[in-house]
């Protein structure tokens, strides 16, 4: 099993940037790739950002594309997501996900449905 931790949100003007971060503990790291959701009340979980267990391969939502970068640090079992250019519709609870995959260098999955484990959020609220 693996526990998932965020950090990093918080409230930012339109155009700023944050950085959330997500801690891993429990089963060894680099066996998961890792995705990044996020929420608003009364809508779907929806995909984010997703990068393989390498980190050579990455996947992004439309709406992040340019402005959102995902990375991870396998020797500190934590990933990570860049925001910058944030826009009001940013506005979200971020959640990081763990997926089991023996693919060490595959394309990482968009669909949360296919996700194992979850952290339990960070708000990031963006003001105009």
């Known amino acids: 099993q693996v526990q998932l931790v965020e950090s990093g949100g918080g409230l930012v003007q339109a155009g700023g940037s944050l950085r959330l971060s997500c801690a891993a503990s429990?089963?060894?790291?680099?066996?998961?790739?890792m995705g990044w959701f996020r929420q608003t009340p009364g809508k779907e979980r929806e995909f984010v950002a997703a990068i393989s267990r390498s980190g050579m391969n990455t996947a992004y939502a439309e709406s992040a594309k340019g402005r959102f970068t995902i990375s991870r640090d396998n020797a500190k079992n934590t990933v990570y997501l860049q925001l910058n250019s944030l826009k009001p519709e940013d506005t979200a609870v971020y959640y990081c996900?763990?997926?089991?995959?023996?693919?060490?260098?595959?394309?990482?999955?968009?669909?949360?449905?296919?996700?194992?484990?979850w952290g339990q959020g960070t708000q990031v609220t963006v003001t105009s």
């Open positions: 996900a763990a997926d089991y995959s023996t693919n060490y260098y595959g394309t990482p999955k968009t669909n949360r449905n296919e996700y194992d484990y």
């Open positions: 429990g089963r060894t790291f680099s066996g998961y790739a």
